[in-house]
């Protein structure tokens, strides 16, 4: 934690900015390792020489085993009221960077009533530049969330059959993930069964799944913050020839993208190895998202492998890979991975099968 701030200080003071504010919670977690649910439960002030967690009593014992490299601030009424009384703010024409993607214009009014001497610019990607970059330990947390939702997915494949609701499988498969350690799915569980598999974001519904369906489930597991991302899509009986074409096109895709990725590469130029494929297989329009995202702490963040993605990967980052194709009253196919950038190639940490499954 002290060598992340350390970073941070070292941007705040190059942006000539007396502090930063944070309100980003995954954010405030990655600096001190402070973990809150709530906006506003926790903020953090980033000085150039000092670091400071902003939170209430409810949070005292918590942040004392928490919390590592800044100083605790138990607030007595309220974190804004404090904050804003707080002697070093009170200087006159003090520079506070606020994070701009994430601050409430209602708090930034409080924030500017209160401080009518200092000065609030936005900011934009100064913890999130050093957050892309994942450090030994957090690969090792994000390994384990994987682990976990590639257990927790073979662990479901004996019950999945018709007449099942995707309701019921996406139950147990966030109940196999706790079981196995998760703290909470990383986002809401994806079971979409038939037609349905044809919506890339298709929430369980309370549809019963069909002999001679795709199914496709997106999930993840949450580990001490860190999070996990995968899609895995079978087929309820023996698949037709159609979506086995359809199917081992994706795959193709997906493996070309795998064996692509490297440091140095823009999230756009991996994006189009894997899109090329679909193309070429005539399905270019049935891919209408990105080819994936980084993950950490967030479930969504930098960087973005997609065609708008112009940054350079980096060793360090850990992105999604998961090409698709839907066709609307049909059916669709999705498979995911999360690997690990490196100099010249990637890390795929899942596990879990990739074959097509005829269940």
């Not at 009221?81 to 601050?103: A, C, R």
């Not at 070429?280 to 998202?289: M, S, W």
């Not at 950490?296 to 963040?301: A, I």
Request: hydrophobic letters at 40%.
């Amino acid at each position: 934690m002290k060598l992340r701030i350390k970073k941070l200080q070292r941007l705040v003071k190059a942006e000539n900015l007396d502090y930063l504010l944070v309100s980003q919670l995954s954010h405030i977690q990655y600096l001190t390792g402070f973990s809150c649910t709530e906006s506003l439960d926790g903020l953090v002030l980033i000085g150039p020489n000092s670091a400071d967690l902003f939170t209430d009593f409810r949070y005292k014992d918590q942040a004392d085993s928490q919390v590592k490299g800044a100083r605790i601030h138990i607030v007595e009424r309220n974190i804004l009221k404090d904050l804003v009384e707080y002697k070093p703010l009170q200087k006159v024409n003090t520079k506070i960077g606020f994070q701009s993607e994430n601050m409430l214009h209602g708090v930034l009014s409080r924030l500017s009533d209160g401080l009518g001497t200092a000065v609030l610019i936005p900011t934009a990607d100064l913890v999130e530049g050093l957050a892309m970059v994942k450090d030994k330990d957090e690969i090792a947390l994000i390994k384990e969330a994987v682990r976990i939702s590639d257990t927790a997915f073979e662990r479901i494949l004996g019950i999945i059959k018709p007449g099942v609701r995707e309701m019921e499988l996406a139950a147990e498969l966030e109940y196999q993930m706790k079981m196995l350690g998760s703290e909470k799915p990383s986002f809401d569980t994806i079971a979409a069964s038939g037609y349905r598999s044809a919506m890339p974001h298709g929430l369980a519904s309370m549809k019963k799944i069909k002999k001679g369906e795709f199914l496709t489930f997106d999930f993840g597991a949450t580990y001490e913050g860190y999070v996990s991302d995968i899609t895995r899509t079978v087929v309820i009986g023996k698949a037709t020839s159609r979506q086995k074409k359809i199917y081992n096109l994706v795959l193709k895709a997906q493996l070309k993208a795998i064996n692509a990725a490297k440091a140095g590469m823009s999230g756009a130029a991996l994006d189009k190895v894997a899109r090329d494929v679909i193309k070429k297989g005539g399905y270019g329009k049935q891919f209408g998202h990105g080819l994936g995202h980084g993950i950490g702490l967030m479930v969504h963040e930098g960087p973005r492998v997609s065609p708008m993605g112009k940054d350079d990967l980096r060793p360090g980052n850990v992105v999604t890979i998961e090409p698709g194709i839907y066709i609307p009253n049909w059916g669709g196919v999705r498979i995911e991975d999360d690997v690990v950038i490196r100099r010249n190639s990637c890390t795929v940490l899942n596990k879990a099968p990739k074959e097509l499954l005829e269940l």
